[in-house]
């Protein structure tokens, strides 16, 4: 039964296998047909349109160029579509230097080119016994491979003879001629010889022989009828003090002159510019083996002391108030002192500089008819410093020069310059440019070169709206009292008021101010802009607050109230009106950035002690690392810091000038930096740590 069904079943597969073939093979043929049905009407299609023309259109459109393009209407002051938009777009761009033989360059080239294979080829007639014979002479041009220059070949030696030959050069080995001993002895000659050709030009003219006698003949010295000059001036850079020798006094030449009595030929010697500097050199030695632990000190940069006192610098036969301090911008130990008389009816300016290498005289010494307010050293010619005077003159000294040739320069025009007090004045480092203040509320720039100085004004403050309630108000510009420039972006800068703002401006558009900050309510002494981050700088004012700014916020982002107590026999402003007395002022004189770490700074501050307060911003934003008293009753006026080493001035009412040694010591990181460990990127990261702490 099983077989049975086996084969039944096999039956039913081969004849569906059967049919299958049977329907593919009408479907194809279907297919056939239609496509010879429709190859029969293309055919017909093509031969119907056989004159027809087909036309394509291009379009010269930039698939990168903008859709929507936008510019701003100056005119209009509002953005306008650009409807015009290029689509040309350049793929090569190459300039031949092929030229057409029909072109007119083309035909000058040929002719240039057949003259100079006509002269490269020429001929030459010689004439020869009544017979012309032409020869042809074809110069060969010359070329690196053929051509042989006399200046390649190699110099013959020529023979001379004995009595024409010079004699040999004595050669003597180098060790033998250096040597201690022959060096000295050598510059002993050369010294000798020196000094008496000076003695000779100096003292004698000529010899003459006139009187014959039994003897012989006698020489007869004829001496120079010398002119009576003044020795003042002549070596004024080199001398001690930098006085008239008429003026000076034999007692100050004790350690030269034992029994106080000059001979005639001592004063030859003492006009001599070689005396005076060995006389200065004598000088300088003495006070450093005087003051040997001063020096170790400020060399010393690892001290135990934070602040550790160095020296004072004073004028004691003056009564003078420091009104600025400027250290040499190439000249680390160098630096210039401004004073005024406390007396306001004596129109008397002092400028000193004083250098660490002698400490106890400075080293120029000018005067000047009205009060000094403000002084620059310029960073072009470092001979030349530029003084700010009261009554709004802006004089420019070379003290490289005589005593009486030193003035280079005066504004003394008063309808065009300042008609006040000069309170600041900043040299441009970039350029031969310094600005200059002043309290009539003027800003100039003067363009200072060694043939001409000319002044232009850059801006004029004019007071607020607010600042016109008063009916008494006549005077319509706010007095300025300092100015700092950004180091990051030269042509922005700040000036400080004294109502207590601080403006923002540009020297390229100076029109209108670029921002506002107003917080302080009294006067700003000072503004510094912070040399290793970008537009922080910080404010001192008589408010008794220094604050710390972002130039692109109107608001401060750290304020510092330094509260000192006050002695207990100090008046209030209250019981001094009442007993007619003066009260204790309060307030902050100057501040300054360090130039060495970024969150430091320092600032000077007065009641009735002068005290120096030392922050740093990466480890306490409350208090001070350090605050110490450096004058008892007396008022510090001036900070300065020097950006060669940490070293700081102070000067006060009564005319001392303190130096101070700064120690880092108190901030880890810049000490690990001195050592190496650390890169200089770490003063911006303390700085940041700071400013996201604040913002």
């Not at 093979?25 to 299609?45: D, F, G, L, M, P």
Request: overall charge positive.
């Amino acid at each position: 039964m099983k077989s049975n069904t086996l084969e039944k079943k096999k039956k039913k597969k081969v004849q569906g296998l059967s049919e299958a073939p049977k329907g593919a093979e009408t479907e194809s043929k279907e297919n056939e047909i239609r496509k010879t049905s429709i190859q029969n009407n293309v055919c017909a299609h093509i031969l119907c349109n056989k004159n027809e023309t087909f036309t394509r259109f291009l379009f010269p459109k930039n698939p990168r160029a903008f859709n929507n393009l936008i510019e701003f209407s100056f005119s209009n002051e509002q953005f306008v579509p650009v409807d015009h938009i290029d689509h040309t777009v350049f793929h090569l761009d190459l300039k031949s230097c092929l030229i057409r033989k029909d072109s007119d360059e083309g035909k000058k080239q040929i002719d240039i080119i057949k003259k100079k294979i006509e002269k490269a080829n020429h001929f030459t007639v010689l004439n020869g016994n009544g017979y012309r014979y032409a020869y042809c002479i074809y110069h060969k041009s010359k070329n690196c491979f053929d051509y042989v220059d006399r200046y390649t070949q190699t110099v013959p030696k020529l023979f001379k003879y004995a009595a024409v030959c010079s004699s040999c050069i004595n050669c003597t080995p180098f060790h033998i001629s250096v040597c201690q001993s022959i060096i000295y002895d050598a510059y002993l000659l050369e010294f000798q010889k020196m000094s008496k050709e000076d003695d000779k030009a100096e003292n004698y003219d000529n010899y003459s022989c006139y009187n014959g006698t039994n003897n012989g003949v006698v020489k007869i010295k004829k001496r120079k009828k010398k002119k009576k000059t003044s020795i003042s001036g002549k070596h004024e850079l080199y001398f001690i003090n930098y006085k008239d020798l008429k003026e000076q006094k034999h007692e100050e030449l004790k350690f030269i002159y034992h029994d106080n009595k000059v001979k005639k030929n001592d004063t030859k010697i003492i006009q001599k510019k070689r005396f005076l500097k060995t006389l200065k050199l004598m000088d300088r030695i003495y006070n450093k083996n005087n003051e040997e632990d001063i020096y170790l000190c400020y060399k010393n940069k690892n001290n135990k002391n934070i602040l550790t006192k160095l020296w004072v610098f004073s004028l004691n036969s003056y009564h003078l108030v420091v009104t600025d301090i400027k250290f040499h911008p190439f000249y680390e130990d160098l630096f210039a002192i401004s004073f005024k008389n406390n007396d306001l009816k004596m129109n008397m300016g002092i400028l000193c500089c004083f250098t660490f290498k002698n400490t106890k005289s400075p080293e120029h010494f000018l005067k000047t008819n009205f009060h000094i307010h403000s002084i620059e050293w310029s960073s072009v010619n470092y001979s030349i410093i530029i003084i700010g005077l009261s009554n709004g003159n802006i004089c420019i000294y070379d003290l490289k020069k005589k005593k009486k040739d030193r003035l280079i320069f005066e504004s003394n025009f008063r309808q065009i310059y300042n008609r006040d007090i000069i309170s600041q004045i900043l040299f441009h480092q970039k350029s031969k440019i310094f600005y200059s203040v002043s309290y009539d509320g003027c800003v100039f720039s003067w363009k200072y070169n060694n043939k001409f100085t000319v002044g232009e004004k850059l801006l004029t403050l004019e007071k607020d709206i607010t600042d016109f309630s008063d009916s008494l108000n006549i005077i319509h510009t706010q007095s300025i009292t300092c100015i700092d420039f950004n180091p990051f972006k030269t042509n922005l800068f700040l000036i400080g008021t004294n109502k207590g703002k601080i403006y923002l401006y540009s020297s390229t558009y100076s029109d209108n101010y670029l921002n506002f900050y107003n917080e302080h309510t009294m006067s700003i002494n000072s503004i510094s802009y912070n040399k290793f981050k970008k537009d922080i700088f910080i404010s001192s004012s008589y408010d008794w607050t220094i604050r710390i700014w972002d130039q692109k916020r109107k608001n401060s982002l750290l304020i510092f109230d330094i509260k000192e107590v006050p002695p207990e026999n100090a008046l209030t402003v209250a019981q001094a009106s009442r007993y007619g007395c003066s009260p204790v002022m309060r307030c902050v004189y100057d501040v300054s950035w360090s130039p060495f770490l970024s969150t430091c700074f320092f600032v000077i501050s007065a009641n009735a002690h002068g005290n120096i307060h030392i922050y740093d911003l990466s480890i306490d934003i409350n208090k001070a690392i350090i605050s110490e008293a450096i004058t008892k009753k007396k008022k510090l006026r001036k900070l300065c810091v020097n950006k060669f080493k940490e070293v700081i001035l102070i000067g006060e009412e009564n005319g001392n000038i303190y130096s101070y040694k700064i120690s880092y010591t108190f901030n880890q990181m810049y000490m690990d930096y001195l050592k190496g460990k650390i890169s200089k990127s770490f003063q911006i990261q303390i700085m940041n740590s700071f400013l996201s702490k604040v913002q």
